[in-house]
């Protein structure tokens, strides 16, 4: 079931609470920018569907829709664990989507162990529910906060290079690496925004691009292989991506493309910038190595906007996300502050915080 809608505002998710059916909607991406579609899911395997191809992605709103998914299998009476479990490798590359599973997940636990399933079952889901109303409130929260803390990065006049889509659509806020665009274009520190393309699936050209233009924001899309001669030209300050999963050594894994600009921004001396919550680093993966890197269709290199553009039975080569390892990047921005330099030590010290909320506030920048 979908509807279609003129949005002023992007809302990318929401939970529709009703005690009949319970279901989440979500703005179908795939469609965008030509159409704005509303999908309903009412259950758990339609969600997983809509992960699968796209139609919700970006890490932080994946971990939103994670938990959701959660509280909508306990909202129908369904075996939650196996919703959990689906819901968890329906993408594995980024780390948001089971971190925010296993958040509602534990919540509906801790609630069932205590009043048993069948007296429990609408307190648990409630709880689910709870918890996943939370993750939303937080990622909003982040957004804002990240926004603020990149905002140290940018200089008056500043001309950026993104990759991928960073914005409203991937977050229940305004976005991680858009955010930070977005607050420079606010404060009129912004002069250009270049947006990557990105292919096979273009969320550059068809969603940054589409955000940009709502935001009133000066903007021209490229071919990904025009970012080496545009950052030569001189014409790039800084390059802001954002993250789908941080190992503990510092290491990025993004849309395949990121780390080819990061060695790019090295040799033409532009810094790089990754901005992403701190639910995004994922300590208990070691280094980019230990990171699983999602591999799709080859047909989605293989044509564009569902049209062959090789010769029938051509193999493809088909990585969703590349690694950029920590030596590339120049500083990362989460909502505690920013890392810089980005080390093994520095990121524990900042998720340690992060994780300890009866300590005292972290400072600002997390440089030793």
């Given at each position: ?18 005690q ?13 920018p ?7 899911c009412?259950?758990?395997p ?12 970006g ?57 048993g ?37 940018v200089g008056?006049?500043?001309?950026i290079l993104t990759h ?7 977050s ?22 270049w ?51 941080i ?56 044509s ?13 080569w088909?990585p ?7 030596s590339l ?13 980005v ?12 994780e ?13």
């Amino acid at each position: 079931m979908s509807d279609t809608r003129d949005m002023t505002t992007v809302r990318a998710l929401r939970w529709l609470d009703s005690q009949d059916s319970p279901a989440i909607e979500v703005l179908d991406q795939t469609r965008l920018p030509a159409v704005e579609t509303v999908l309903t899911c009412t259950d758990v395997p339609q969600l997983v569907d809509a992960i699968k191809r796209l139609a919700v992605r970006g890490a932080p709103l994946l971990g939103v829709a994670g938990a959701y998914g959660v509280a909508l299998a306990a909202a129908r009476g369904d075996d939650v664990p196996a919703a959990a479990a689906a819901l968890s490798g329906a993408r594995p590359t980024a780390v948001n989507l089971a971190w925010g599973v296993g958040r509602a997940l534990a919540a509906w636990r801790t609630t069932v162990e205590r009043t048993g399933p069948v007296p429990g079952i609408n307190t648990a889901a409630q709880a689910a529910l709870a918890e996943a109303k939370a993750i939303a409130e937080a990622d909003a929260a982040a957004s804002a906060a990240m926004a603020e803390h990149g905002m140290e990065l940018v200089g008056p006049g500043a001309r950026i290079l993104t990759h991928c889509n960073t914005g409203s659509l991937v977050s229940a806020g305004e976005g991680t690496a858009f955010a930070v665009i977005l607050a420079a274009q606010r404060a009129g520190r912004l002069a250009k925004l270049w947006i990557d393309e990105t292919r096979p699936l273009l969320q550059g050209a068809r969603l940054t691009a589409w955000e940009a233009r709502r935001a009133g924001i000066d903007h021209a899309i490229l071919a990904d292989s025009a970012a080496a001669s545009l950052l030569a030209s001189g014409q790039v300050d800084l390059v802001l991506t954002g993250a789908d999963r941080i190992a503990a050594d510092g290491s990025v894994a993004n849309k395949v493309g990121t780390y080819g600009l990061a060695v790019l921004a090295r040799r033409h001396d532009v810094p790089f910038v990754v901005v992403a919550p701190v639910s995004t680093v994922d300590l208990s993966t070691q280094d980019g190595a230990g990171i699983e890197v999602e591999f799709r269709a080859g047909e989605e290199v293989a044509s564009l906007a569902g049209h062959p553009v090789a010769p029938a039975g051509t193999q493809a080569w088909n990585p969703a996300f590349d690694v950029t390892p920590p030596s590339l990047i120049t500083a990362i921005v989460t909502e505690r502050g920013l890392i810089k330099p980005v080390t093994a030590g520095n990121l524990q010290r900042l998720r340690a915080g992060a994780e300890d909320s009866t300590g005292p506030q972290p400072a600002r920048y997390v440089e030793r």
